[in-house]
């Protein structure tokens, strides 16, 4: 089993959609991250969150939100989906005491239509 | 602004030789420096990393190289094999964002080993 998961791996959705993408982890570490993928673009950073009462934007925050509902689980929102923010979307974990993403899971590629 | 540029979107090297992927980056207030290799399908996976301090980090087949007056880094794969071929996407942090997990990412480098 994966020690970081991502669902929905795929989806589909129409623009003014509220979605939610969800990340688990079994490597019991505290901080974990969520960024985004474009091509030609590498990673950025959407939010990122050092314990379960810590959650701060990252480089690219706007129109998006999230949850930190255990240390395990960290879920992103888009609140109203638009097309822009068809990509693909990497959650991440860290070791104790680094503050680099080292652990991604395998990604949901979301298409807003 | 692209702070962090991988200039070469592909590469192609035979099995056994030297891979050589390159990174070149314009903000010097960078100060930590990280590689990682994507498989299609799967995230990214931490591969190796080099603070400012130092000019080379070496891990089993890879290493890497700083050189800060002309703001690049390189990572070296010796010898090359097939299960290497991925993207590679190298990363930097700035001195400020220690504590952050933000990093800059480059736009990757595919790199196919033929056998």
């Known amino acids: 089993d994966a020690d970081v998961t991502q669902t929905p791996r795929n989806r589909i959705t129409k623009t003014g959609k509220r979605i939610m993408l969800e990340c688990s982890q079994t490597?019991?570490?505290?901080?974990m991250y969520w960024y985004r993928q474009d091509p030609g673009l590498g990673l950025r950073l959407i939010y990122y969150?050092?314990?379960?009462?810590?959650?701060n934007k990252g480089e690219i925050s706007d129109g998006y939100s999230v949850s930190r509902q255990a240390q395990a689980k960290f879920s992103l929102s888009l609140e109203s989906a638009i097309p822009n923010q068809t990509a693909l979307y990497f959650c991440?974990?860290?070791?104790?005491?680094?503050?680099?993403?080292?652990?991604f899971g395998d990604g949901t590629r979301l298409s807003i239509l | 602004d692209q702070q962090v540029k991988q200039n070469s979107p592909s590469l192609s090297v035979q099995e056994g030789r030297i891979s050589i992927l390159n990174c070149d980056y314009t903000n010097s207030m960078f100060d930590y420096f990280l590689w990682y290799k994507k498989y299609p399908a799967e995230g990214p996976t931490f591969l190796i990393s080099i603070s400012s301090i130092k000019d080379k980090n070496e891990d089993g087949r890879f290493t890497v190289f700083l050189n800060k007056s002309a703001k690049h880094l390189s990572l070296h794969i010796v010898p090359s094999q097939p299960g290497d071929s991925a993207v590679y996407f190298c990363?930097?942090?700035?001195?400020?964002?220690?504590?952050?997990?933000?990093?800059?990412f480059g736009q990757g480098t595919t790199l196919q080993v033929k056998p």
């Open positions: 969150s050092f314990d379960v009462k810590d959650i």
């Open positions: 991440a974990t860290s070791d104790p005491g680094s503050s680099q993403p080292q652990h």
């Open positions: 990363a930097a942090r700035t001195y400020g964002s220690s504590n952050t997990g933000k990093l800059i």
């Open positions: 490597k019991g570490h505290d901080r």
